[in-house]
């Protein structure tokens, strides 16, 4: 069954809306985070915790992360953009990104092996991530 976040309903239809409210569900394919706060079921504030629980990640709140150039520097922009994700800070040998979404190990993995180092994911909404990108990386 489908679960209507707008309705807070477990819905047995198979269609591509609730047929109680109307609102269409998520693409199986997108991101949960990115499809519960364009739908509009969920704002940031609502999705990270959920999110951070989720996936048993900490939530963090990137308006308050000082991020170096060094740091920066280790991942491409475009590798950024493409899986949503920042480097936030280097300590030793392990690197710590913020992530949209944190189940995706194929980012992870290419993260690894373009830097060499052992990765730790924090967790993020879609919008705090791509506004970091965008701001941190000008």
């Known amino acids: 069954p489908n679960w209507c976040f707008k309705c807070r309903t477990a819905i047995e239809s198979s269609g591509d809306a609730c047929p109680?409210?109307?609102?269409?569900?998520?693409?199986?394919?997108?991101?949960?985070?990115?499809?519960?706060?364009?739908?509009?079921?969920?704002?940031?504030?609502?999705i990270v915790p959920f999110l951070s629980k989720q996936y048993g990640v900490p939530a963090v709140d990137l308006d308050e992360i000082q991020i170096s150039s060094?740091?920066?520097?280790?991942?491409?922009?475009?590798?950024?953009?493409?899986?949503?994700?920042?480097?936030?800070?280097?300590?030793?040998?392990?690197?710590?990104i913020a992530m949209a979404d944190p189940s995706n190990i194929f980012a992870?993995?290419?993260?690894?092996?373009?830097?060499?180092?052992?990765?730790?994911?924090?967790?993020?909404?879609?919008?705090?991530?791509?506004?970091?990108i965008e701001i941190r990386y000008a």
């Open 70 to 96: 060094e740091v920066l520097a280790l991942i491409p922009i475009e590798l950024a953009r493409r899986h949503v994700l920042i480097p936030l800070s280097l300590a030793g040998r392990v690197l710590v």
């Open 20 to 46: 109680v409210c109307g609102v269409p569900f998520p693409a199986t394919s997108s991101r949960a985070g990115f499809s519960l706060t364009s739908l509009a079921y969920l704002d940031e504030d609502e």
């Open 108 to 132: 992870i993995d290419q993260i690894k092996r373009i830097t060499k180092l052992d990765v730790e994911v924090v967790v993020a909404s879609d919008a705090a991530v791509t506004r970091a």
